[in-house]
């Protein structure tokens, strides 16, 4: 049974910075294409960034670009966002998710992510 276990959330001021964890088990962790997901209550999860299998490849929403980045350690089965000039906006919850395939190529389809994790919350107070 795949876990993802998130933390790292929690009240932040604009410009500040917070960096998320992800701690997998359950799945041959360095075999899969991860990402983090986020939603505001109310409206639709989005894609924030997704990592493959090696991290050799990266997808960033545009919104997030130049300001998050995503990382992982597949000797330790954990997933990062590093998220730095946080501004209120994005304030959410966090999900990792891991793809539905071994070797799946990066995408912004949220269909394409099978396992999901329980989420983290983020608030950027102005």
Not at 4 to 20: H, P, T, W
Not at 32 to 51: D, S
């Amino acid at each position: 049974q795949v876990q993802l276990a998130e933390s790292g959330g929690g009240l932040v001021q604009a410009g500040g910075s917070l960096r998320l964890s992800c701690a997998a088990s359950g799945l041959r962790f360095s075999t899969y294409t991860m990402g983090w997901f986020r939603q505001v209550p109310g409206k639709e999860r989005n894609l924030a960034a997704t990592i493959s299998w090696n991290g050799r490849s990266a997808i960033y929403a545009d919104s997030v670009k130049g300001r998050f980045t995503i990382s992982r350690d597949n000797a330790k089965n954990t997933l990062y966002l590093e998220m730095n000039s946080l501004q209120p906006e994005d304030t959410a919850i966090y999900y990792c998710a891991a793809h539905r395939y071994p070797f799946g190529v990066p995408t912004r389809r949220q269909l394409d992510f099978g396992s999901w994790g329980q989420g983290t919350p983020v608030t950027v107070s102005a």
